[in-house]
C-alpha cells in the first residue's frame, strides 16, 4: 500500500487493479486540492505501469465522497489548466485504461460527474447522488454539461442539475449512470471482482475498444470541459456562490432572494 501526496488517498494494487480510495471520513470525503493531485498521479501512474490494467475509485464506509471542499473552492487558480481539479479532469478524462467506481453515502458534485468518464459504475442501494451546481451558485463542470443530456435526455438532466436535489442509486441506474445497485456491504467488493475480470480481459482489445466508444465524442468532451471552466471559475467568486458556501459554513439556508 502506498500514499501518494496524502493520507487522505489511500491507493493500493491488487490482482492488477489500482483501487484509489478517498479516505477523509470526518469530512464526508471532500476533495482538496491535494488530494485532486493525489488521483491525478495515481492515474498516471496507472497508465504508465503495464502492471496496473484497471483502476478502481471507492470512498468509505459512509460516503464516496461530499464533492469539492468548499473552503477550498476560493484557494484554487484562476487558470483552469493550471489547477489540481483541472489537471485531474484531465487524467480522467484521458485515462487510456479502464475505469470502475463503487459508490456509496453521498455522492456529490464531482463524485457524480466523475463517474460519467468510468466505464463501470457500481452503487450501494443507499448512495445518495446530488449535483448541487446551481444550488451553490455555480455551474456544471467536467463535461456533464454534455453528457447528462445526452445520456438521459434533457428534462432528466434538467431536473438533476437545475434543481440540484438528491437522487437514488435506483434512480441513477434507470439514467444510465450507474450499472448495478447492490447491498451496501456488497458493493466494494462486487466492483472490484468486475475490476478484476476486467484486468484479466485482452489489455490491448480492452484499450482500443475504450478509446473507439470514446472516440466520437471526445473533441466535444473537451471543449465542454473547458467552456464549462471559464464559467465556473468567476461564477465562484461572485456573490451567489460566496453566499451559498458562506451559509454552508455558518449552517444556515442560503438567501438569494436580493440576487437579479
Ligand atoms: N466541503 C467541506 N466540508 C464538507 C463538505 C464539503 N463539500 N461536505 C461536508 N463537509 C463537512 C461538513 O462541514 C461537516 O464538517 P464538521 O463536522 O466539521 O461540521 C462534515 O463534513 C460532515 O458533514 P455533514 O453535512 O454534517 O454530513 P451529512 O451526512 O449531514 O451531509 C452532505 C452530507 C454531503 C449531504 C452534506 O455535507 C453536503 O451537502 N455537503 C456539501 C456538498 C457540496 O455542496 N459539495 C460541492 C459540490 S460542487
Redesign the pocket.
Known sequence: MSEPNDAHVITEIKDRVLTIRLNRP???N??SQAMYTAMTEALKQAAADDEIRVVLFAGTR??FT????????LKQPTRFNDSAVGRFIDALGHFPKAAVAAIN??A????VTLLLHCDLVYAGENT?L????V??G?CA?FASSLLLPKIMGHARAAELLLLGE?FTAAQAREYGIVNAVLPDAEVDAHAFERARRLAQQPPNALRVTKMLMKRWDSAQVDEAIQLEASHFLPMLRQPEAIE?MTA??S?RKPDFSAFK
Do not use: C, S, W
Not at 461530499?66 to 473552492?73: K, S, V
Not at 456529490?108 to 463524485?111: F, L, P, S
Open positions: 470526518d469530512k464526508k471532500a476533495l459512509d460516503a461530499a464533492g469539492n471542499d468548499l473552503q477550498d473552492f453515502g453521498p456529490v458534485g464531482i463524485g445518495r446530488q449535483l448541487p451546481f444550488n451553490i455555480i463542470e438528491p451559498a454552508f459554513m449552517k
